[in-house]
């Protein structure tokens, strides 16, 4: 599986795992619901379980994914400040949407 993180996401994420409840956990990204050909994602600080794959990313932050689940492989996490705040989570191989 397959995922890639902005740099501006990266930083969001990294104080997330900074924080002090997040010890031990790492960054889920999980579908929340799915429209036809395309689904909606959000993020969490989780612990991998024996159903999940965890894919190292190029910004030396390891993501969890749900294994086999299609909709996970290949999203694309970026943050984005202007024209508001706002992580933006896509599937470029899935249709998209965040």
């Known amino acids: 599986m397959d995922c890639k993180i902005n740099r501006n996401a990266a930083k969001v994420l990294k104080k997330m795992l900074e924080a002090d409840d997040a010890q031990g956990k790492m960054i889920r990204v999980f579908v ?7 689904a909606h994602y959000d ?15 190029d910004k ?7 294994k086999g689940n299609e909709y996970l492989d290949g999203v694309w996490i ?6 508001q705040e706002e992580m933006v989570i896509t599937n470029p191989k899935m249709g998209h949407h965040h």
Request: net charge negative; aromatic share 8%; charged share 30%.
């Open 60 to 66: 030396d932050i390891d993501i969890i994914l749900e």
């Open 32 to 38: 929340t619901h799915v429209h036809g050909d395309h």
């Open 78 to 83: 970026q943050y984005f400040y202007v024209p």
């Open 43 to 57: 993020v969490e600080l989780d612990t991998p379980t024996e159903n999940d794959e965890v894919v190292k990313t």
